[in-house]
């Protein structure tokens, strides 16, 4: 319920009053009784409805500023779990060569996004679908980069073990195979990397934005 609502109530009550007024004028008791009785009522209805408006407004700034401190959440634990990666990984991906593997076994989980698995459903009561787009596309990326880590720490434990242990004629062949699924791999990535580097770039501006716009009451 907007505010302004008051005004138009109040005139409402006095035309109502004016015109019982007018249909039954205080001439005797009874008539003065009745309209204790009826101003007594009124007053009751425009209690209630005070109340309910009162609890409509403080529910709605509570609301938002629930989705307020969601987005907040949202933007800290990006812009936290982006600037760890950045200082152990980002680089190092991104400066691959062709023809080059990435040669480190990285331990990485999606539990790594505790805000988001936690409080994804309220993605769904931000007010800008463009804002809510980018967050569930950005932590969709993020969480397919971590998938192609896991793949290629499988892959490279595969290949390191391979090195080790085996002793066959087809050794040579084996080893090459496998590293050329590795060098391969790592052109997947490079470009996830890139992937989620945009996203998080473009979350971030548009969370910023949205939240300018959404000041705390």
């Known amino acids: 319920m907007k505010n302004g609502w008051q005004a138009p109530l109040g005139a409402l009550a006095l035309v109502v009053l004016f015109a019982a007024f ?11 009784a009745a309209w204790v009785q009826g101003v007594g009522s009124l007053l009751a209805i425009i209690a209630a409805v005070w109340i309910y408006a009162r609890q409509y407004e403080d529910k709605k700034v509570a609301d938002e500023a629930e989705i307020r401190a969601f987005v907040e959440s949202i933007r800290d634990e990006v812009k936290a779990t982006w600037g760890a990666y950045c200082i152990e990984m980002h680089s190092a991906v991104k400066s691959l060569e062709p023809g080059e593997y990435f040669n480190m076994i990285y331990p990485v989980s999606v ?4 805000i988001y698995n936690a409080s994804a459903h309220m993605v769904g009561k931000v007010d800008d679908p463009e804002l809510r787009s980018m967050i569930v596309g950005t932590y969709v990326q993020a969480k397919g980069l971590i998938n192609s880590f896991l793949l290629n720490n499988e892959l490279l434990a595969e290949y390191k073990s391979l ?6 004629p087809n050794r040579e062949a084996v080893l090459n195979a496998q590293l050329l699924i590795l060098q391969s791999y790592a052109s997947k990535l490079k470009e ?15 969370i910023d934005q949205w939240l300018a716009d959404h000041p705390p009451h």
């Open 163 to 168: 090195s080790r242990a085996y002793g066959l």
């Open 22 to 32: 007018m249909a039954k004028p205080l001439n005797t008791a009874s008539d003065i």
């Open 192 to 206: 996830r990397n890139q992937w989620v580097s945009n996203a998080v770039t473009a979350l971030l501006t548009c």
């Open 111 to 114: 539990d790594a996004f505790s």
